[in-house]
């Protein structure tokens, strides 16, 4: 069984997936990570990623492993754990500008769907039900309003930086969803067949047993 999960940035798509993930025995695989990942290795190795060409020589010499453990998802970059440098806002930003290259896409969407082809995976991302697996048994779109996104997105970075603003944390929020909805190739919408979930009001915990109830055999 495949498990599609799509949504903005704060919709709490990855830690409901990894929820889900966990009560199913199912494998979680974070998207978002691997465009994260090719960002943060063009950072590190000083290439422009606005070019796709560079950007797109490098992802595909680059080796991305995804690890599945008790504590989440981890990420190796050709054998190094980067999972904590990928959630910082400078590489969150890397991400989009990769991300709306077609070259880059079909790389990463290629290894994802290798990664699910034999099931028994939750993915989440913004083209999980549309792209990556169309076909997916089970395909939910989660969103939130703006505001109620980027006071989670507020909470997260103010653990490590106390000096963070809750306003321009909104306004970001708000400037990712017009990257993501707007780029050219796979923007950010929701499968027809998709089931919507507004999160606004909701615990994670709620999400978590509703989409369980409606994965469910009928
Ligand atoms: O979910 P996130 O913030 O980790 O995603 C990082 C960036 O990657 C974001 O701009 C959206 C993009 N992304 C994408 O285009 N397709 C995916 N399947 C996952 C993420």
């Given at each position: ?112 769907r290798d990664i699910g082809k034999n099931g ?86 709620d999400v978590v047993e509703k989409i369980l ?6």
């Amino acid at each position: 069984m495949i498990i599609a999960i799509d949504g903005p940035a704060g919709s709490g798509k990855s830690s409901v997936a990894k929820m889900i993930a966990h009560r199913l025995g199912f494998q979680h695989i974070d998207t978002g990570a691997m465009y994260r990942a090719v960002a943060w290795k063009g950072q590190q190795t000083g290439i422009d990623l606005s070019d796709p060409d560079a950007v797109a020589r490098m992802a595909e010499a680059t080796d991305i492993e995804l690890i599945p453990g008790g504590g989440g998802q981890r990420i190796l970059v050709d054998g190094q754990d980067v999972t904590a440098q990928l959630k910082t806002e400078a590489v969150g930003r890397g991400a989009a500008t990769v991300a709306s290259q077609a070259r880059v896409r079909e790389i990463l969407v290629a290894k994802q769907r290798d990664i699910g082809k034999n099931g028994g995976v939750v993915m989440d991302g913004r083209d999980i039900g549309t792209v990556v697996f169309p076909g997916a048994d089970k395909k939910f779109f989660l969103d939130a309003d703006p505001r109620e996104r980027g006071r989670r997105r507020f909470e997260e970075l103010k653990v490590s930086n106390p000096e963070v603003d809750l306003e321009s944390i909104i306004d970001q929020v708000r400037e990712r969803d017009f990257e993501d909805k707007n780029r050219a190739v796979s923007p950010l919408k929701q499968a027809a067949d998709a089931i919507r979930l507004d999160t606004t009001h909701l615990a994670i915990e709620d999400v978590v047993e509703k989409i369980l109830r409606l994965c469910e055999p009928s």
